[in-house]
């Protein structure tokens, strides 16, 4: 079946710095990935639609320039949280699909915690 | 604006009793919905998936229902076992392409 890879699954940074999150397709081709954020306790929301070869479409209320969205290949989407700060420790988690009538496989997501 | 609510928040049930979970959906213009398990700390498992024309989609013990002209969904877990404890997802998939989520049902299975 189909597999999505991410990595890390946990990182810690200081404030200010940057951290980037990788996901990759393993198996299949995803033209659009998707990108998660997780509070504890609370669901997940949509944070951005990752294209390969254009550029991410945001959700309301996330700040483009703070997460970084590239999707250079069929098979790799990166998120890099630019300037971390302790209120963008959270859990992130990617999530593609092989193709529109299947259902969305997701990553196993990165655990970011900024001190 | 689709929003998706689940129904307990949280359910706590001995080991061996059948159990229903809730999810319902505001606008029926869906293209599927999913049901995902996560444990503590981890990613999310996809258990069964309904497409938007059918009604329901069985595995192993678990069976889940669709009825989009009310937006409901139901997962029905029988006989469940410790090894079940975790939170439950719904997730649908609207026409723009979007998988929104549910709040989830954290489940408890008391041995």
């Known amino acids: 079946g189909a597999v999505v890879s991410q990595h890390p699954s946990w990182v810690i940074c200081k404030s200010g710095t940057s951290v980037k999150i990788e996901c990759r397709s393993l198996?299949?081709?995803?033209?659009?990935m998707f990108w998660y954020r997780q509070f504890p306790k609370q669901s997940l929301m949509l944070m951005a639609t990752?294209?390969?070869?254009?550029?991410?479409?945001?959700e309301q209320g996330v700040e483009k320039d703070k997460f970084l969205i590239n999707h250079a290949s069929l098979t790799l989407s990166t998120l890099t949280v630019t300037s971390a700060h302790p209120e963008d420790s959270s859990f992130y988690i990617c999530?593609?699909?092989?193709?529109?009538?299947?259902?969305?496989?997701f990553g196993s997501g990165t655990r970011l915690t900024v001190v | 604006k689709q929003e998706v609510t689940q129904i307990p928040a949280a359910l706590s049930v001995p080991e061996g009793e059948n159990l229903v979970l809730n999810c319902s959906f505001t606008?029926?213009?869906?293209?599927?919905l999913q049901w995902f398990r996560q444990d503590p700390g981890k990613g999310l498992t996809s258990l069964l998936l309904?497409?938007?024309?059918?009604r329901e989609q069985t595995s192993g013990r678990l069976n889940a229902s669709l009825d989009k002209s009310s937006g409901r969904s139901t997962l029905y877990i029988a006989a469940s076992q410790p090894g079940d404890s975790a939170t439950y997802l719904c997730?649908?998939?609207?026409?723009?392409?979007?998988?929104?989520f549910g709040p989830g049902t954290s489940l408890s299975v008391i041995p």
């Open positions: 999530s593609a699909t092989e193709d529109s009538h299947r259902g969305y496989t």
């Open positions: 198996d299949f081709q995803a033209t659009t």
């Open positions: 990752s294209n390969e070869g254009s550029k991410a479409t945001y």
């Open positions: 606008d029926s213009a869906i293209y599927n």
């Open positions: 309904i497409q938007s024309s059918q």
């Open positions: 997730a649908v998939k609207t026409s723009y392409d979007k998988v929104i």
